[in-house]
């Protein structure tokens, strides 16, 4: 699967951008980076805090019948993201935080927010 780059320097969030580049610009496939959210979001509406500096990005791709179901992304993506993590710190110091948070000395350093999307009959991730 290829994803196109988007690029940005401050955005309300990834995720939101996301959702319009499928539901207005029919992309079905892509990643959002920027450096900098205004309203991030985390899981159940919580706010995310985004400081500068820090690494913001959204991919979104169609599931179907092929794919994992959404249920088993929320659990397999967290597993996926620690393992690239503990190549770059001390895994001694690392931990997942079900359902989407990676902690590191205690401290969370990572947090997944997956949204499902429909439009024109189609799901996404």
Known sequence: MNFEIFKFKSVSSTNDV???FIKEKNKLTGCICSELQTKGRGTYGKKW???KGNLF???FFPID???PSFKEFSIVNPII????????????KLR???PN???YDGKKICGLLQE???QNDKNFL
């Open 116 to 118: 499902h999307i429909v």
């Open 65 to 67: 019948e092929k794919t």
């Open 18 to 20: 996301a959702i319009s």
């Open 49 to 51: 805090i985004s400081e």
């Open 101 to 103: 948070d990676i902690m």
């Open 81 to 92: 993201m620690l393992d690239i993590v503990k190549n770059y710190c001390d895994e001694k």
């Open 96 to 98: 997942l935080k079900f």
């Open 57 to 59: 990005i959204t991919l």
